[in-house]
């Protein structure tokens, strides 16, 4: 009995858990082998730096990589971004508050700023929160796995 009580205690506590945003669910493929190419630069040590993908490919610094067929990159693109404790981040680059693909944020140093409503999400430890109070949630993030000098990035 006691058994039965403690398993829909937690059931009942794990309820709500799950992130939801409000950027609606498109589906992302990318990798990026930092290896290779320009990319080679782009690694845990170089904190604060990033690499956008969109529809024109990826953007890093003044390098551009076009997109191969099977990449896809969410509903309005892809930052990734290497934060404050070395770690590699992926966000789609819809605001939250907009919901407007055709007007991706953009990149302003350690934040990403929507060009229309004006918020800016804090990316500096790799949470993507925004800071002007004007959105009411983060930028939607997507797992990023990291193995032989490849980024993975999907859902």
């Given amino acids: 009995m006691l058994t039965a009580v403690l398993l829909t205690v937690l059931l009942c506590a794990c309820e709500g858990t799950t992130i939801r945003s409000a950027v609606p669910t498109y589906p992302v493929r990318l990798t990026i082998n930092t290896r290779l190419g320009q990319f080679v630069h782009f690694v845990p040590e170089a904190t604060y730096d990033y690499i956008t993908v969109d529809r024109q490919g ?76 004007i959105a009411t949630e983060a930028l939607r993030r997507y797992p990023v796995i990291q193995s032989n000098g490849k980024l993975t990035i999907s859902q």
């Avoid at 693909?101 to 004006?118: R, S, T, W, Y």
């Fill in 58 to 133: 990826y953007h890093y610094h003044d390098y551009t990589q076009a997109l191969a067929a099977t990449d896809m990159i969410g509903y309005a693109g892809v930052i990734v971004y290497i934060d404050g404790s070395c770690r590699y981040n992926a966000f789609d680059m819809c605001c939250p508050h907009c919901l407007d693909p055709k007007h991706p944020v953009e990149m302003d140093g350690f934040f990403a700023v929507c060009p229309i409503c004006g918020e800016q999400y804090d990316m500096s430890w790799g949470l993507a929160v925004p800071t002007q109070h």
